[in-house]
């Protein structure tokens, strides 16, 4: 009976990420990124670390600073390395913990670019495309592939320097102002 409890305290807590992520793809930043901040005060530093990715992975997004979207998505890599596969599949709409790396890596990868840091977007668009085939053939693998594909073509146009100065919030983004890469999904 516990166990049973605390699993549905989880599921609760993926869904209240979720529809707070909803508000932050309805356009709503800064509330989402309050009611965030709220959410990962109530999960804590130490907390569920499939919550911490997941929460962290969508509060990058939230970030009108490269630098802070950087240190949210480091978050999510570092909950991520302690993720395990039997945890995953706890959360009904479990992926393997495998399947978190390219997104996770594709994201550090366009914030090091977006700040000017070539090596560093390299390393983990390197990372990213080493892990992309245990994505599936789905519209979220594709968005995966075709976010490295831009982000790749990026970067050659910046040439192996880098040539870029260091990106003002808004840039290395789509012409809508969307995020290089895919739009993030729920683990």
Avoid: K
């Avoid at 994505?135 to 910046?158: F, N, Q, S, T």
């Amino acid at each position: 009976m516990a166990e049973q409890q605390e699993q549905a305290a989880a599921d609760a807590m993926m869904t209240r990420i979720g529809q707070v992520a909803m508000l932050l793809h309805g356009g709503d930043r800064e509330e989402a990124r309050g009611r965030f901040l709220d959410l990962w005060d109530e999960i804590g530093e130490d907390g569920d670390a499939l919550h911490r990715c997941t929460l962290a992975h969508y509060m990058a997004d939230a970030q009108d600073d490269p630098s802070d979207e950087l240190a949210w998505d480091l978050r999510a890599l570092s909950a991520a390395d302690t993720l395990t596969d039997t945890r995953i599949t706890e959360h009904p709409q479990s992926l393997a913990v495998r399947a978190f790396y390219p997104s996770l890596h594709l994201s550090l990868a366009v914030d090091y670019a977006n700040l000017g840091r070539s090596e560093a977007a390299r390393s983990h668009l390197r990372r990213a495309r080493d892990t992309v085939g245990v994505l599936g053939d789905d519209a979220y693998g594709d968005g995966v592939r075709a976010g490295i594909g831009r982000l790749e073509l990026r970067l050659d146009e910046e040439g192996p320097s880098g040539g870029a100065p260091e990106a003002a919030p808004g840039q290395g983004r789509g012409p809508g102002g969307e995020t290089l890469g895919p739009p993030r999904q729920r683990p």
